[in-house]
C-alpha cells in the first residue's frame, strides 16, 4: 500500500522560511513524478510544483523565485523549501503521486504576523 506522509508545515512570520517533507513508502519512489499541491481556504486545489523521475522540475509562476522541490532517492522523500513566504501562501500542502493517483493528508502552513 502506497502511503505518503506529509511534515514541515506550521506557523510562520512574512518573509520567513519553512522546508516541507514527504515521506514515501509502499512503492518504488524513484520511478514516479511527485508533485506539491496547496489549497487554501474557500479556493481550489493548484499544483505548485513537480518534479519528475529524472529530477527535472517545475515551479508555479507564482511561486517560482521563492519555492524549490528537490527529492532524495534515498531517502524516498520529496522536499518543498519554501522562502520568502507570504499571506497569500497560507494553505493545507499536499504531496501527490499523479501516476498512483495517492494524496498525503496535508500539512497546513500559516503565514502571519
Known amino acids: 500500500q502506497v502511503q505518503l506522509v506529509e511534515y514541515g508545515g506550521g506557523l510562520v512570520q512574512p518573509g520567513g522560511s519553512l522546508r516541507l517533507s514527504c515521506l514515501v513508502s509502499g512503492t518504488d519512489f524513484n520511478a514516479y513524478t511527485m508533485r506539491w499541491y496547496r489549497q487554501a481556504p474557500g479556493k481550489q486545489r493548484e499544483l505548485v510544483a513537480g518534479?519528475?523521475?529524472?529530477?527535472?522540475?517545475d515551479v508555479a509562476d507564482s511561486v517560482k523565485d521563492r519555492f524549490h522541490i528537490s527529492r532524495d532517492p534515498v531517502k524516498k522523500a520529496v522536499y518543498l523549501q519554501m522562502n520568502r513566504l507570504k499571506t497569500e501562501d497560507t494553505a493545507v500542502y499536499y504531496c501527490y503521486v499523479p501516476s498512483l493517483l495517492v494524496w498525503g493528508q496535508g500539512t497546513q502552513v500559516t503565514v502571519s504576523s
Open positions: 518534479i519528475s523521475s529524472s529530477g527535472s522540475t
